[in-house]
């Protein structure tokens, strides 16, 4: 149920002023965003046409507090198939943005832990000189969930696995020496 009274009716001018969340008040919520995204077809939950909709209806403190902003892969699919040229990628990171100041000035929690996903990912660039994806993830989970999270996600990994989006093995890549000697400078 919502309630207007804990609407805020400039939550979506303010998303328009960030940079990347200029043209969401063109959504019109034709659901081509939801239809096209991966993520959506791994997990239901994540609906960007839901998400659209509850930030130009004022539902600050709902999408600010959601896990779901944060799920977004940033594939651009949603934006390929948006005939209203929303920017939907660009607008999960502008939301993500405002969520952090506010999680900062104590307004909201952030469900999301970004810090130990941003050690996962450079730690994976540091070891294979590239991000290994699925290591990545496993480390993200495994800090944040246990080896509970790790177990409750196992169905999640193996289908996308099956569906060739996560990679088994790391890619190799040339220059492995040098990203390392990047780290190693930047740490001194």
């Known amino acids: 149920m919502i309630k207007t009274e804990e609407l805020d009716p400039n939550f979506k001018y303010e998303i328009a002023s960030m940079p990347g969340g200029e043209r969401i008040k063109y959504c019109f919520n034709c659901t081509g965003c939801t239809v096209s995204c991966p993520v959506n077809e791994i997990d239901r939950e994540f609906n960007p046409r839901k998400i659209l909709r509850?930030?130009?209806l004022g539902m600050r403190k709902e999408v600010?507090?959601?896990e779901l902003i944060w799920l977004c892969s940033s594939c651009y699919a949603c934006y390929e198939h948006c005939p209203q040229d929303v920017r939907i990628t660009e607008i999960m990171g502008a939301l993500r943005t405002i969520a952090e100041k506010e999680a900062h000035r104590g307004n909201i929690a952030v469900p999301c832990d970004?810090?130990?996903?941003?050690?996962a990912f450079t730690g994976s660039i540091k070891k294979h000189g590239r991000v290994?994806?699925?290591?990545?993830?496993?480390?993200?989970?495994?800090r944040t969930k246990g080896i509970g999270g790790m177990?409750?996600?196992?169905?999640?990994?193996?289908?996308?696995?099956r569906k060739g989006k996560l990679p088994l093995l790391p890619h190799g890549i040339k220059g492995k020496k040098q990203v390392k000697a990047i780290f190693?400078?930047?740490?001194?």
């Open 54 to 56: 509850q930030s130009l």
């Open 184 to 188: 190693e400078m930047m740490h001194r």
């Open 151 to 161: 177990l409750a996600y196992t169905p999640m990994g193996l289908a996308m696995l």
């Open 114 to 119: 970004k810090r130990k996903f941003d050690s």
């Open 132 to 142: 290994y994806e699925a290591m990545t993830i496993a480390g993200f989970i495994f």
């Open 64 to 66: 600010l507090s959601s």
